[in-house]
């Protein structure tokens, strides 16, 4: 069981590696960055802090922050008041930051959806192994 953890944590970076090159080119394309990309998507489903996007992209709180600022300052993103800790705002999308995420997943589906289909992968596997590696990020948070 060792063994296959280690290889497991192998291939989600090996995963994160290919797609985030990927992702590169594909949030260019949009003129936009791939960190803008990826904070956009963080907060989509729920406000969070800096040190929250940090910790849930795998990144330094204070790179986060550069982003967050330039996203702020674009218009795609804004603070919220946070009732656990006044010094430590929320981040949630703007309307326009839903917008630019939208174009950018919209944008980039096609080649998502091909990719699935060559690899012969099923919705229901993606949520499955979703499923799994959320199991595991909560007991290593714990």
């Known amino acids: 069981m060792p ?5 497991l944590i192998a291939d989600v970076y090996e995963l994160a590696g290919l797609s985030r090159r990927i992702s590169e080119r594909d949030a260019a394309e949009q003129h936009t960055t791939v960190a803008r990309w990826h904070v956009l998507s963080a907060v989509s489903e729920e406000p969070l802090t800096v ?3 940090g910790r849930r992209l795998g990144l330094v709180r204070q790179a986060v922050q550069r982003v967050v600022d330039d996203l702020v300052e674009a218009g795609r993103l804004r603070a919220e008041p946070n009732p656990a800790h006044r010094r430590s705002p929320l981040f949630a999308c703007t309307p326009e930051g839903a917008r630019v995420l939208d174009r950018l997943w919209a944008a980039s589906e096609p080649r998502r959806r091909a990719t699935l289909a060559a690899a012969g992968v099923t919705a229901a596997e993606l949520a499955q192994a979703r499923a799994v590696l959320r199991r595991v990020i909560d ?3 714990d």
Do not use: E, F, N
């Open 51 to 53: 040190p929250a996007i």
């Open 139 to 141: 007991a290593l948070g």
């Open 3 to 7: 063994d296959d953890y280690r290889l």
